[in-house]
């Protein structure tokens, strides 16, 4: 058994003992006056020093001793004198697992831009901004997966390879096994999709909803959390070719069950991870601040980090039909001074400039925009009696703009009907999803969350590519 | 708000009132004597029965009550005179939410076969078997969250759409946007991946085992759980073209701290699951008994159920070498009256009859085989000193055979390299993988557990495709 080291996060928690001996193991930081190793193992972003007492090692060894080496130290801990730290351990054996040339060594003890670290995304996970972003990555999905268990939902895997094109959410990707030099035809010169692996044409997932709604109705209240897909050709930092999605599915749920739930998950997450990764949090706010001091002033965030997760966490998000929306828009400085790029009327979808002026400088908090024309949404959204608009939900996040969409679904089978046949669905195809309203449907609603801008929310991070471990976009496949 | 009902479950659980009023929403499984209500909400195996007085509602709204269709009771909740139940609720009001056909409904209240259920699997989530199946699964999952969480792992998404092909694991789904009626050629008539959506050729991913280490290899003990791919055109009950798997990867770690970490994993989902879904598993106890009835003597398990997961959680598992299991099948008696269909000699793949002797035969618990020889295990395995074998380990389970496969990672790069060339891995591939043993490499170690091989295990189920909401099979893609 080589592992009977103890973890960093652990041990800074201990008091000094004389008598306690310790095990630590993890990668150099920094090595000063041959004499202070900055330790850090990845359990916190917090490093452990570690004392070298003079002539405890001959002179090779200490020169091994380099930034992105890997030791082992043995010793007891002390307290310590150096600032920011109570305790420190003082060696009485070291010995290094792995060496790290510094001549060859990538990550050196100063900043390095985004764009250089996104280059070495294997590396990255060893700075202080990543091991934050990633262990918040980390302590987020398990307040999803916290949140749905305590409340009874079934975590359901819905499939990634998919035949439905439904949800016409965006373009796909195709799975195939055909060889693309010369992929078999048909008599009329179309592929023969019947020789394809599943048979049939198959796609990446768009989206889980459909198949969720199927494990809904049956076991009352379920979530997904897995990857979804798109194949659009967006290089911005606000999209991925790759992400994961959250997906709750309630039976006899409306739209005001769907908000408050939403509403209330979303505070969930930040507070979970206000209370787990307060070291984490601090470093990112404190990072956030100096970031934006090379900043204009009008371009800085209105609000620090924490002081913007305590706005979502302290505060009943607005609540406003999307008619209203437009009111204030159009009564709006911005409006009337023509600060809009795009223009506002009934009708249109919100763009990312409406939606961040509603929340950062009306409300100055988060809305939830419900009842949109029914012509921007999708099929399976419930119809309001108005005829016009359906009971659909969209959650704006200050800094971020559209963080949750959600709706109650159409559950009236001859209303859903007439929807397909009006947005041009082949109902033939979506007969299992009709099965849910043929036997027993019931009211029921859900929504989804983006979990990579949840991410993007908690961290301050600015660019998608820097919260998920290896991005896929456009021409971008590496590791 | 429409949603003010209490999940049946937790009303279940509730000693009578003579002042609380109670709503209660599911689907009606029963309706006996135009009188007592089974009703379902998914919440939990077991119905709660649902008195209608004589004269409550009209004969009109009696007929509609009928298998499957939904309903809004309300009531009070008094001591039941039925069997095995403590409640009912003596309703009150009685309303229909949705409708079910009883002569199109496929779902009666009789016993369907499996193959038909798995025709209709948006409708099997109704059953009382894939109720509890999918509930079953879903502790598991959290429980595999939990595990990892407690330790201070990093729960990691390795990417699924990757360039990588270098663990040969098996054969790969191709993903693309090019056109396959006209794929774009380069000059030498070879396919132009550079017109592809991320400029290469691109597969779903089969593990993510080497993008696991390289988080390890700086946050220190990560973990995966994610969907994995196999293009394998196998149509058994045991193997399913898209599945998920959970890859923990932890630095500092050798086989066997890996072997520990398995089987304390392993120990504490069927831990989690007991004392979660009681219910459900003495209902999943039972159906296997009946099952069995129908087979010959010899073809039934030696152990039920829930025996056989007391067996796995109430003892140390066995821990062999493949030398010694070699050793342990050549001297069986099953071997010398040639009951194995694969001869065995030192150097083989170990079977799935070899591997459930050693098993159900010989130890009669779990077994850990570990020093496999290197011709048969992948490149990334650490070899040991004896030049033939490398740090490998597999956990065979009791009806299962092969649950979990892992190894101690080779971290000397020489050794590595030198392995890649022999096995024809070109390095320039795998440059990022190699910059985890050229700075600061440390002995490390990991497992993959195949997740539905543990929900079959767990649910005593026997087809794969039986505890996945909606399979992937060869010609299959439906949902």
Chains 1, 2 share one sequence.
Not at 434 to 459: A, C, I, N, Y
Request: aromatic fraction near 10%.
């Amino acid at each position: 058994m080589f592992n009977k080291r103890t973890k960093i996060k652990a041990l800074l928690e201990l008091a000094p003992s004389e008598t306690q001996e310790y095990t630590v193991m993890g990668w150099v930081r920094t090595f000063r006056n041959n004499q202070f190793v900055a330790l850090n193992d990845g359990s916190t972003i917090n490093n452990l020093q570690v004392v070298v007492p003079l002539g405890l090692v001959d002179d090779a060894l200490l020169k091994r001793i380099t930034t992105g080496a890997s030791i082992k130290a043995q010793g007891k801990l002390v307290a310590s004198l150096g600032k920011g730290q109570k305790v420190e351990l003082n060696a009485t054996t070291i010995e290094i697992l792995g060496d790290s040339d510094p001549e060859k060594y990538p990550l050196q003890p100063k900043k390095h831009s985004l764009e250089f670290l996104r280059e070495i995304a294997h590396l990255r996970f060893r700075t202080q901004t990543f091991s934050s972003v990633f262990r918040i990555r980390h302590a987020l999905a398990f307040a999803v997966h916290q949140f749905f268990n305590e409340k009874g939902f079934v975590y359901l895997h819905t499939p990634i390879v998919t035949s439905s094109d439904a949800e016409g959410a965006g373009e796909m990707f195709r799975v195939t096994t055909l060889p693309l030099e010369n992929a078999p035809k048909k008599e009329d010169g179309s592929i023969d999709y019947t020789q394809d692996f599943f048979g049939k044409s198959t796609n990446l997932t768009v989206s889980g909803q459909l198949e969720g709604e199927l494990g809904a109705t049956a076991l009352g209240e379920i979530y997904t959390f897995g990857p979804t897909f798109r194949a659009e050709n967006s290089n911005t930092t606000r999209h991925l070719a790759e992400f994961w999605m959250i997906e709750p599915e309630m039976a006899f749920n409306d739209i005001y069950d769907n908000m408050d739930l939403a509403e209330e998950f979303i505070q969930y997450l930040i507070k979970y991870v206000m209370e787990h990764n307060a070291d984490d949090l601090a470093f990112l706010d404190n990072r956030l601040k100096e970031e934006e001091k090379s900043l204009p002033m009008d371009k800085r965030n209105e609000f620090g980090l924490i002081e913007k997760l305590q706005i979502v966490l302290n505060n009943k998000f607005e609540r406003i039909t999307y008619t209203e929306a437009i009111e204030i828009l159009l009564a709006s400085p911005a409006y009337k001074k023509k600060k809009f790029k795009y223009d506002v009327s009934w009708g249109i979808d919100l763009q990312s400039e409406h939606e961040r002026y509603l929340v950062e400088k009306h409300f100055k908090k988060p809305v939830i925009v419900t009842g949109y024309p029914k012509d921007i949404k999708a099929f399976y959204m419930r119809q309001n009696d108005d005829g016009k608009t359906v009971a659909a939900m969209d959650i704006l996040a200050p800094g971020i703009g559209e963080i949750v969409g959600g709706s109650q679904r159409e559950e009236r089978l001859d209303l859903l009907l007439a929807r397909m046949a009006e947005v041009g669905i082949p109902s033939h195809e979506m007969e299992f999803y009709l099965d849910t309203r043929r036997f027993g449907s019931v009211p029921h609603s859900g929504f989804g969350l983006g979990f990579e801008r949840m991410v993007l929310f908690v961290t301050g991070m600015t660019n998608i590519r820097d919260v998920i471990p290896f991005a896929r976009t456009p021409k971008n496949c590496e590791f």
